[in-house]
């Protein structure tokens, strides 16, 4: 570093020359003789500081500065309220300014509910208010509040409930109208009860009553809750008729009996006929409970008597005799009948007491064998004084007379159904058809008054009007008509009268 002196300067030339500043002397290398150099003082320089950039410091102001404006803002001018979000039993009902008088008002619709139905409520919901921000716009008004919890009031009421079974049937307003009505649905039972011998009158299902809380809309009247215990409701269910439907089948599928069917509709009662694409009512009543109860039945029968047959060695095997007539005899039989709803669904007897005893029927039947020339044991064979002969042959199980109270008009000769039977005498098929209790009857006019009935035949082999000699083939033997076993029933009438007809076969 060069010494300054005076005012003059020294300043090095590029050339390595010094030229002054004031007078402009120029010494160049090699030119006059080389000043000495002076030792140049030692100057510590001052450490350099750390110069912090002056654009950053004007970002980092303006960032401060408009986070501070925009806090003071928000404070300043903030759009949320402090208000009150109102809950109804964990439900909104909404928010309000003010709820200072939300549990008075709630009170007060209570109150109104209360005069409407007439009951007092079950005060059980729970009103809750809790403070919250929201805009302002979200604020309810009051009388959004006020229809709000009017919407969501409930009508709970204290009730007596009618419980079926374990489930709930019908509620009344009063145990008193429960008890009412469970009375009303035993009470025509009851009645039966100076008419009958009746006992056990009681509901098939359990059923009881007790408290329950329930909506008000739920409680019926004393009157209505009876007929809906007693008559049901009508459960609605319409089917549609398929290929290969039939009414069983349409009543084992849908679980109901042909005859709801019939009685739901009235066109298909008449002759069961259902058609394919036919529409049917299934509607069926369902009730709620059923009553039973046991009826006490008294009443006598007939005591049938039996016939014991005894051995006659005086008498043809073709031949019997009635020896002791049989006598019906009489009973008492006690029986206890279930009914359920008046329907009988089981019986059973419970004593028998024998009022007049039968009297067994005895009859003698023959053991000896009738000579050859006897016709009794051939159809058709023989003659008597008379003219007659048997129309067939077998057993004689019963004879001419007085027969389980009245007069028994022939005999019954025992064979096996389709057996030939004859005509007696010779004469004119006057009748050949079914006649009431005859069952499939021949009837042969001989002339004099005399008429031949052959009874309970299977088949006819002639007409009215056949000219029929004797032994002539007349009928097959059966069982028709009011008969207990295949037989022939064979009469002789004279002028209209039956007579025994033993007399006038050989």
């Not at 073709?318 to 009914?339: L, M, N």
Request: aromatic residues 6%.
């Amino acid at each position: 570093m060069l010494p300054i002196r005076g005012d003059k300067k020294y300043v090095p030339n590029a050339s390595g020359g010094i030229r002054t500043r004031s007078s402009g002397l120029f010494m160049g290398p090699g030119r006059g003789p080389e000043l000495p150099k002076a030792e140049e003082p030692k100057v510590e320089e001052p450490k350099k500081k750390r110069k912090i950039k002056r654009p950053f410091i004007y970002v980092l102001v303006c960032i401060l500065a408009l986070t501070l404006g925009f806090t003071g803002f928000k404070l300043l001018y903030d759009p949320h309220m402090t208000a009150y979000q109102v809950l109804l039993d964990g439900f909104e009902i909404g928010v309000v300014a003010d709820a200072s008088q939300l549990p008075e008002l709630f009170g007060t619709l209570q109150d109104e509910k209360e005069q409407d139905i007439g009951v007092p409520l079950v005060r059980d919901q729970e009103l809750t208010i809790e403070p919250v921000k929201v805009m302002a716009e979200n604020v309810a008004s009051e009388d959004q509040i006020e229809s709000n919890l009017s919407r969501y009031l409930t009508d709970t009421v204290e009730a007596e409930g009618v419980y079926v079974n374990g489930q709930l049937a019908v509620v009344t307003q009063t145990e008193e109208d429960a008890q009412w009505v469970l009375e009303q649905a035993l009470e025509p039972y009851e009645q039966i009860k100076t008419e009958k011998d009746v006992k056990d009158i009681k509901f098939l299902e359990n059923v009881e009553t007790k408290p329950v809380e329930v909506s008000y809309e739920r409680v019926q009247a004393k009157e209505e809750a009876y007929t809906t215990l007693t008559v049901g409701s009508n459960e609605h269910q319409e089917y549609t008729v398929k290929k290969g439907d039939t009414l069983w089948s349409i009543a084992q599928n849908n679980d109901i009996r042909i005859s709801d069917i019939r009685k739901a509709n009235p066109e298909v009662s008449a002759t069961d006929v259902i058609n394919v694409g036919q529409k049917l009512d299934l509607t069926v009543t369902q009730n709620l409970v059923n009553v039973q109860y046991v009826e006490t039945l008294t009443r006598e029968e007939e005591l049938k008597y039996e016939t014991e047959v005894q051995q006659d060695d005086t008498m043809y095997n073709t031949q019997k005799k009635v020896i002791q007539e049989g006598k019906i005899g009489k009973r008492q039989v006690v029986t206890e009948v279930t009914k359920v709803n008046g329907v009988e669904v089981s019986n059973k007897v419970v004593q028998e007491t024998v009022l007049e005893p039968a009297v067994n029927e005895i009859i003698a039947k023959g053991t000896k064998e009738p000579p050859k020339d006897t016709p009794a044991s051939s159809g058709g064979g023989g003659t008597s004084a008379s003219g007659f002969g048997w129309p067939t042959s077998g057993p004689l199980t019963s004879g001419y007379g007085t027969r389980w109270g009245r007069l028994h008009a022939g005999i019954d000769i025992a064979v096996a159904t389709g057996t030939p039977v004859y005509a007696s005498k010779s004469g004119t098929v006057i009748a050949s058809g079914w006649y009431s209790g005859y069952g499939k009857l021949v009837k042969v006019d001989h002339g004099n008054g005399q008429v031949t009935y052959y009874a309970h035949n299977s088949k006819l082999l002639v007409n009215t009007g056949t000219k029929v000699s004797k032994g002539q083939l007349l009928c097959l033997s059966g069982n028709t008509g009011n008969s207990t076993g295949p037989h022939c029933h064979f009469e002789i009438r004279i002028n209209g009268s039956p007579v025994n007809p033993m007399k006038y076969l050989p």
